[in-house]
């Protein structure tokens, strides 16, 4: 009975291997056309979807780039379309716009006079499309004055678009449209986030750089109409009287205290109006710098510059905007943010708001989010991305080949024939290349290997040592090796989804740590504004710094591996067939 299957075996061995060898040509495929699961055939060559516009893939001209009636100009209008389309503009064009810019800027003084009427605007953050969306609503900017107060950049993945075209209207209206520093205008936080990371795959970090340059040069402060304070955070145990702005060096790296960094990072209390605290200013341990001001701490500061409102950006609103207590000398809100990135990070679901103010006159307008194309995480490419899907599939086939026969089917013989048959070594390995497998394959105490697995573990160095032990001990290695593979590459696809639902709540960068604790319970919490935003605040930080960053960097490599050790060492499943294939 036994030599009965032994050669049954045999021949579906020899089979096997003649089919192998034999095998027939590859059938001619037609790589332009693919047909879809209804059966519908497209083109592999266009757009599938030709309603959604191809991305301008040229960059333009000189003659295209520049004003045809003011050649020292950006054409505005075409600079507008080819950055909607996703085009991007030559080394040498970029910088012009960003070094013309910069000029400008430093002329400008560090505490701005805005008259009215005027749109004042809060934080854009790469949204360009939604930019866009905001001089729809707030007026062209060739006939409306405009004040931003900072945050071009990070956090979305279009900041560059923004930047330039920012740049290149104030360009052409340099007495009309005015641009503040916001915290994110850094190399600090920019490095952390996306905006490095996006010069680079954009542009370079020549244009990086020049950047870095010029926002060093942005103005921190406005009055707007001589009543309202305009900046980024808010006001500082530092800021007694308007003067003290007026004097500040802002050309520099911001600080991590002090005035300017205050200017740029400080928010009002939490229970704004209701403090139970005396002090005026309280330490931000949400943003781990700067200061939260009370409200009597901005009352104190309007009435002694006989100033009517704080208005600020810097927080996500679910509206938009938010007024906060009243003075009570006055009756006007003593506080105001705006923020003008709707649907911020593609989770808020918030609207976003700008403020125009004309004849004395305050009107908020809101605004939905416009779509926009997208982007990977880091903005990688598709093949990075899906390395670990068809990483995890393919290690899971080789354990699957690898378990395909019983406890019984491996402890029985499998003759070969005597006069055996001729080894193609284009195709498979010969016996003696395979480590000895002649002797285990004749023995009748232990399992044995098919050609095949042999051939393929052939493919991997074998042991130094050529003894029966250092053999098995070596195939056992190479099983857990390919389940130590497996494991890596689910847990790094586990992570790229995680990665791809979460990447908007870390500007491409999540929280260090965040994938290890697992991305259920963070999916779970994102279904509202406030969750959303509670989810994010670890985002709302000053970030760690570069060396910081590398160490918990490797934390998590570190971490990665124990847990794919442990996993593995902990497998019944693959621990079982290491033992049933290394047994000599």
């Avoid at 920012?166 to 916001?182: E, H």
């Avoid at 679910?318 to 105001?336: I, L, N, Q, W």
């Avoid at 499998?414 to 080894?423: A, S």
Wanted: charged residues 25%.
């Amino acid at each position: 009975m036994s030599d009965d299957i032994a050669t049954t075996n045999s021949l579906k061995l020899e089979n096997a291997i003649r089919a192998f060898q034999q095998r027939k040509p590859v059938p001619k495929v037609d790589l332009t056309m693919h047909t879809l699961e209804d059966g519908t055939q497209v083109s592999t060559v266009e757009r599938v979807v030709k309603t959604v516009r191809a991305p301008a893939w040229r960059k333009p001209t000189d003659e295209q780039f520049f004003d045809k009636n003011d050649p020292t100009k950006p054409d505005l209008e075409f600079l507008k379309e080819h950055l909607y389309c996703e085009g991007r503009l030559t080394d040498e064009q970029a910088l012009y716009i960003i070094e013309t810019g910069t000029k400008i800027l430093r002329e400008e003084p560090t505490l701005l006079d805005v008259d009215a009427p005027v749109t004042v605007c809060g934080d854009v953050h790469g949204q360009y499309y939604d930019l866009m969306k905001l001089f729809e609503v707030g007026g062209s900017p060739s006939t409306t004055r405009y004040l931003f107060m900072g945050d071009y950049v990070d956090r979305g993945y279009f900041s560059i678009e923004c930047v330039l075209y920012l740049w290149a209207l104030k360009i052409w209206y340099p007495n009309s449209v005015f641009l503040l520093r916001g915290n994110h205008e850094c190399r600090h936080l920019t490095d952390y986030f996306t905006f490095k990371l996006e010069c680079k795959h954009k542009y370079n970090l020549n244009i990086y750089d020049a950047c870095m340059e010029s926002f060093c040069a942005l103005p921190l402060a406005a009055i707007m109409n001589k009543q309202f304070l305009c900046v980024h955070g808010g006001i500082s145990p530092e800021l007694r009287t308007l003067d003290d702005l007026r004097t500040l060096n802002r050309f520099r790296e911001p600080p991590t205290h002090g005035l300017m960094c205050d200017l740029l990072w400080a928010d009002p209390i939490e229970d704004f109006g209701r403090e139970r605290t005396t002090e005026l200013f309280v330490n931000n341990h949400t943003r781990g710098c700067s200061y939260y001001y009370t409200y009597a701490a901005a009352c104190e500061f309007l009435e002694r510059n006989n100033l009517l409102s704080i208005i600020r950006a810097h927080e996500a609103q679910d509206a938009g905007y938010r007024t906060y207590r009243k003075t009570k000398t006055t009756g006007f809100p003593s506080v105001m943010t705006i923020f003008s990135a709707p649907n911020y990070l593609d989770a808020y679901n918030n609207k976003a708001a700008v403020l125009k103010y004309e004849n004395n006159v305050m009107n908020i307008r809101q605004f939905n989010h416009t779509p926009h194309p997208y982007w990977l995480p880091n903005f990688m490419d598709v093949f990075t991305w899906s390395l670990p899907f068809v990483g995890e599939k393919i290690t899971d086939m080789l354990i699957a080949i690898l378990n395909v026969c019983t406890k019984e089917e491996l402890e029985e013989e499998t003759v070969l024939p005597d006069d055996g048959f001729e080894y193609n070594s284009n195709n498979i390995a010969p016996p003696h290349a395979l480590g000895g497998a002649q002797g285990r394959g004749s023995s009748s105490t232990g399992p044995i290997l098919s050609p095949q697995l042999m051939a393929a573990a052939a493919a991997v160095p074998g042991p130094v040592d050529d003894t029966p032990e250092a053999r098995r001990n070596a195939m056992k290695n190479k099983i857990l090796a390919i389940g130590r593979m497996s494991r890596m590459f689910q847990l790094l696809r586990q992570e790229a989804e995680s990665v791809n639902e979460l990447k908007a709540f870390s500007g491409g960068k999540l929280p260090s740590g965040t994938l290890l604790l697992g991305s259920e319970g963070i999916k779970n919490a994102i279904t509202s504004f406030e969750e959303a935003r509670r989810v994010d605040l670890i985002n709302e930080s000053l970030p760690p710094t570069h060396d910081q960053v590398l160490e918990q960097e490797e934390k998590n490599r570190q971490n990665r591996v124990e847990k794919v050790i442990n996993e593995v060492n902990q497998d019944e499943k693959i621990q079982r067939l290491a033992r049933r294939l290394s047994r000599g």
